[in-house]
């Protein structure tokens, strides 16, 4: 049997899941730290009060898992971009490259003080 506080609780996630997919489409990825606080509290009173309504527990499970794929996807999109920003600073850093002798050598890069902007 259904209780208004189910329904409450299955409608506050839902509002949650929809925010946190707002947040992930929208790149504002500071904000998940806080909806997260939210999710968890709701996830603990959902625990307590487990839902019968097959159809609602089967749209949350639909948005959890869509909401997890895009947090999947963001993840890999920061680690790639971490990676090649870790390339770049280290190609300004200095290049390696090997003699015809085999030995290795540091060719240094020229650096600006300035900042150009391109548009």
């Not at 925010?19 to 009173?45: A, C, P």
Request: charged share 35%; no cysteine; aromatic share 4%.
């Amino acid at each position: 049997m259904k209780t208004r506080k189910d329904n409450d609780v299955a409608s506050a996630l839902t509002s949650i899941l929809e925010r946190e997919r707002k947040v992930l489409l929208e790149g504002e990825l500071e904000q998940l730290g806080e909806l997260l606080v939210e999710k968890e509290k709701l996830l603990s009173e959902f625990a307590l009060n487990p839902m019968s309504d097959d159809n609602k527990l089967r749209a949350l499970r639909e948005d959890f898992g869509r909401n997890l794929a895009m947090l999947e996807s963001a993840k890999e999109g920061i680690q790639a971009v971490s990676l090649q920003l870790s390339e770049f600073l280290k190609v300004h850093q200095g290049l390696d490259v090997y003699r015809p002798s085999g030995a290795r050598e540091q060719l240094g890069v020229r650096r600006s003080h300035t900042i150009e902007k391109r548009t």
